[in-house]
DNA sequence: CTGAAAGCGCTTACAG
DNA sequence: CTGAAAGCGCTTACAG
C-alpha cells in the first residue's frame, strides 16, 4: 500500500475567494475582530466550513509573533498529582486552541541564577511558547520564576508559592484545608496526632504545618517535636516516618501526613508492622490523587480539584496575555473538600 | 515592577552579516548540511555562540512544512505506565530539537470511522504534528490508525499490536517474557495458577495468555477455565478478580494479572481476606511500573523498559520522516528483564 | 562550494 | 466597515 502524500489544505486565499471577499476580511472574522458586517461573516463562515478550513499556526505565529503553544515544565518524577493537573491543563488548551507541550528540567540544585537562566532560555527560546506553566517542584523556586521573568515569559504557578510572588498564582487554601483536617482528628478524640513534613524547600510542607499546628492549639492541645517527622512527598519516606513513629515509646493515635502518598506509605507500614488502621492508628493525607482510592482502607483526606487547578491556570494565563497585561499578578483560589473515607476513626483508648 | 517585554532575539541575518556570509550559509550550517567549507562552518558557528543565535521555530516550520512538534494521543487515565513512556519521549524529543505536545482523545467507541477521522483531522491541521505517537488504548485502534495515515500523518505506535499493522512499531517480546513469567511460578512447584486478562481490545491481553497458556502447557498443565478472569488493567479490576478468584471453592496458589495495577489490586484482595502473600498466594504483575514498589510485598513482575520504550519510539519516528522514509514500515523490540521481588514463593502444600 | 531571489500563509500597520 | 501592500524569518529551488 502506497504511502499517501500529505493532502493539499485550504489556505485563507480559497477561503477569501470562495466567500467573495478579500483575505483580510477572512482573517477578520477567523480572530473574531470587530467591524465586520454580518452577511459577510456568514459568508466567510460558511467558506471556512465547505472547504474545512484551519489557519496554520507555523504562519500566525510567525507574523503575530505568538506560538499557541504552552510548555509545562516538569520534574522527573512519576507523580499522579502531576498527572492530574496536566490532564486538566491540556484540556483547556485544546478548548482554547493552544497546545500544551512538556519539557522536562533536570535538578536546578546548586546551579547559579545564571546558569538556570541559560537553561530555561536555551529551552524556550527554540519554541518560544506563549506562556509557562510551573507545578511542583518548580512553582515555588524563585530563581526559576525570576530567570522567566527577565526572559519576559508569562508564566502561571499551582501551589501554595511564596505570598510576596508576583505573577499568576492559583492554588486552594492549603491553611484552613490543613486546619479543617486537623480539627476532624481532634473531633475523634486524638490527643497524640503526628505530622509528617514534605520537602523543606516546598512552601506546602511549611503552611500545611502552620495550619496542623494552629489547630492543634486552638484545641489546647501541644504539638510534640518528637512527633513532627521529616519526609519527601513519596512513598517511601512515608514508610520511613511510619516506623519511626511506631517504633515511639509513645507512638501517637493520629498522623497527618501532608501529601497522599505519604499517606500510603504510612498505611503500608503501620500495617505490615501489625498495627490496624484505622483501629490502632488514623492516617490522613492530603490530596486526593489516584492513590488515595486505590489502597485498603481508602484515604481520608483533603480533596485538591487538580483537573480544575490545571484548568484555571491555563485559562487565567491564556486570559492574561490575551489581553496584553503581561505582567499582572492575580491570585486564584479554588475550593477545597475534606474527604471522609476509611483510615480514620476514634482512638481505642481515649 | 514594570514587566520586562520579550527581549529581542539574533535572527539568521544577524549571524550571516557577523559571520561575513550569506544567510544561506548559515542556514547550511544550522542544518547540518554538507558542502560548507570548514573555516567557513566555524566561523558561522562561532557567530551564533556569540549572539545566542536560536531559529525561529515558526519560520522553519512554515517555509519548511515542518512543525517540529511531536503528539501523544492520550486517553483520560492516570497511568504511570503511560506516564513513564511520556518521560522516555520527552526526554529525546528536546535531544533532537523537538517538542512533544498532549492531545486528550475522548473515548471513541461507537464512532464510526469518519467521525474518526474528521476528529483527527481537527486535533492535527490545527498545531500540524510532524508525527503522532500511540499508546495504549490508542495504540492498538486500527480506524485510528487508518485515518491517521490516510491524513498523512506519521505515526509510532508503543505496545504489542496488530502484527499486521504497518508503519513504525516499538516494543518488548510480551509473548516471551509471559512465558518467563509463568514458568518462575511453575518451577516455584505451582499447579494451579490463574490469570487475570486485561481489557479485550488490547493485544496486550491476548498475547500475554498465549504465553501464559503456552508454558502451562509445555510444563504438561491445564489452563483451569474457571481461574481465568476478567480485568480492565485497573486497581480496582485487579481487587474484583482477587475477590473473584479467592472465593472460589479450589483456589489458585499463583496467579498471574496482566499488568501491575491489577497485582496490585490482587495483593490487597488477599491481605484484606487474610490470605498471606505470598505464602498463602503469589501473585506476579506485568510492566514494573511505579506501584511494583510502592506497595508491601513488593511486585514479581516483568521490567518493561519504559523510558527507553518511549525514547526509542520517538529516535525512530524521527528518522524515518527527517530521511522522507514516510510509510516505511519497522518493527524494534526491545529487552525486558524479569523481576523477583517478593509475592511469589513456592505453595504450601505442594 | 556559495549566494541572490522567491515565497511559505498568515497578520500588522496603513488607507480609504 | 473593507482591502492592497508589506513583511514575519526562515528554506527551497535555481544559478553560478
Redo the contacts between chains.
Keep these: ?7 493539499k ?1 485550504a489556505k485563507m486565499k480559497d477561503v477569501a475567494d470562495l466567500a467573495g471577499v478579500s483575505i483580510k476580511t477572512v482573517s477578520r472574522v477567523l480572530n473574531n475582530e470587530p467591524h465586520v458586517q454580518d452577511k459577510l461573516r456568514n459568508k466567510v463562515k460558511d467558506a471556512v466550513a465547505k472547504l ?1 478550513y ?6 500566525r ?2 507574523r503575530g ?1 505568538k ?3 504552552i510548555n509545562l515544565l ?1 520534574h ?1 518524577s ?1 507523580s ?1 498529582y502531576i ?2 493537573i ?2 486538566g491543563a ?2 483547556a488548551c ?1 478548548k482554547l ?1 493552544y ?6 528540567l533536570e535538578d536546578l540544585h546548586n546551579h547559579s541564577f545564571d546558569e538556570i537562566k541559560a537553561e530555561l ?2 529551552l524556550t ?4 511558547p506563549d506562556g509557562i506553566m510551573l507545578v511542583a517542584p518548580y512553582a515555588g523556586n524563585r530563581m526559576i520564576a525570576f530567570a522567566l ?5 508569562d508564566v502561571v504557578r499551582i501551589g501554595p508559592v511564596d505570598l510576596t510572588a ?1 505573577g499568576i498564582l492559583v492554588e486552594i487554601d492549603d491553611y484552613n484545608a490543613s486546619i479543617e483536617l486537623t480539627k476532624h482528628l481532634i473531633d475523634l478524640g486524638h490527643k497524640r496526632i503526628a505530622f509528617v513534613r514534605g520537602l523543606e524547600n516546598q512552601r506546602a510542607t511549611h503552611v500545611r504545618f502552620e495550619g496542623f499546628s494552629m489547630a492543634m492549639n486552638a484545641a489546647g492541645l501541644t504539638v510534640d517535636p518528637e512527633l513532627v517527622v521529616p519526609g519527601s512527598f513519596d ?2 519516606s512515608g ?1 520511613t516516618a511510619g516506623q519511626t513513629l511506631l517504633a515511639h515509646a509513645n507512638p501517637p493515635t493520629a498522623v497527618f501526613a501532608s501529601n497522599d ?1 505519604m499517606a ?2 504510612l498505611v ?1 507500614a503501620a ?2 508492622a501489625g498495627v490496624s488502621v484505622p483501629g490502632d492508628l488514623s492516617v490522613v493525607g492530603y490530596d486526593d490523587s ?2 488515595a482510592t ?3 482502607p481508602e484515604l481520608t483526606t483533603i480533596h485538591q480539584p487538580l483537573h480544575e487547578l490545571g484548568e484555571v491556570a491555563i485559562e487565567n494565563l491564556i486570559d492574561s496575555f490575551q489581553h496584553k497585561r ?3 499578578s492575580r491570585r486564584v483560589v479554588l475550593d477545597h473538600n475534606f474527604v471522609l473515607r476509611d483510615t480514620t476513626a476514634a482512638p481505642k483508648n481515649k
Aim: aromatic share 4%; proline share 3%; charged share 20%.
Design positions: 500500500m502506497a504511502g499517501e502524500s500529505k493532502p489544505t474545512e484551519v489557519p496554520s499556526q507555523s504562519a505565529s510567525l509573533n506560538s499557541y503553544n516538569c522527573a512519576d499522579s498527572n492530574a496536566q490532564f491540556v484540556i485544546q486552541g497546545q500544551l507541550s512538556i519539557s522536562l532560555e536555551q527560546h527554540q519554541h518560544r521573568k527577565e526572559l519576559g515569559i508576583d512513598f517511601s514508610m502518598d500510603a506509605g503500608t500495617t505490615m489516584a492513590v486505590r489502597m485498603r503581561t505582567g499582572s
